[in-house]
């Protein structure tokens, strides 16, 4: 493994763990509250996903990828809807996914939704970089950051092809 790739695959990393939830540590969070509920709930959720795809689709990298979604009338707002979803069970909100969305429509599994899409690694690490980006922007604490990195570096293998 060369010093770049060491280098890249750590960037990624840590990119991928500032992908949690906004706020700040002004909200201290009690033993059972959840980081959906610590962060504002769905409207942190709708915020933040809001933002990350107007940065993903502004980002030449990722852009190509969204363009037949965005492309179809219905499929940007469902997309955000799936996205809301995921967010929302990753930050240990009311949801599970795969499932139903806030539209009432089923989001597919990582694998499906991404099926054919060809995403390269690199693709994937500049997604996570993005998506961080919107997130550090809204604000994080580190021992949150910590607690979900590893559920959403795990979906590389789920999205790349």
């Known amino acids: 493994m060369t010093i770049r790739s060491t280098f890249v695959?750590?960037?990624?990393?840590?990119a991928a763990a500032s992908l949690v939830a906004c706020g700040g540590d002004n909200n201290p969070m009690s033993a059972n509250q959840t980081l959906f509920e610590k962060y504002g709930g769905a409207p942190t959720i709708r915020t933040v996903?809001?933002?990350?795809?107007?940065?993903?689709?502004?980002?030449?990298?990722?852009?190509p990828f969204f363009a037949g979604t965005?492309?179809?009338?219905?499929?940007?707002?469902?997309?955000?809807?799936?996205?809301?979803?995921?967010?929302?069970?990753?930050?240990?909100?009311?949801?599970?996914?795969?499932?139903?969305?806030?539209?009432?429509d089923m989001c597919a599994d990582m694998v499906t939704a991404h099926r054919g899409l060809n995403i390269s690694g690199t693709v994937f690490d500049r997604f996570i970089m993005d998506v961080?980006?919107?997130?550090?922007?809204?604000?994080?604490?580190?021992p949150d950051v910590n607690a979900v990195a590893p559920t959403l570096v795990g979906l590389r293998p789920q999205i790349v092809s």
Do not use: H, I
């Open 9 to 14: 695959r750590t960037a990624v990393v840590l």
């Open 132 to 142: 961080a980006m919107v997130l550090r922007a809204a604000g994080v604490s580190e």
């Open 70 to 104: 965005l492309a179809t009338p219905g499929r940007p707002d469902r997309l955000k809807s799936c996205l809301r979803l995921q967010f929302t069970a990753v930050f240990g909100g009311p949801a599970t996914y795969p499932g139903r969305n806030d539209q009432g």
């Open 49 to 63: 996903v809001d933002n990350a795809v107007t940065a993903l689709v502004s980002d030449p990298v990722t852009a």
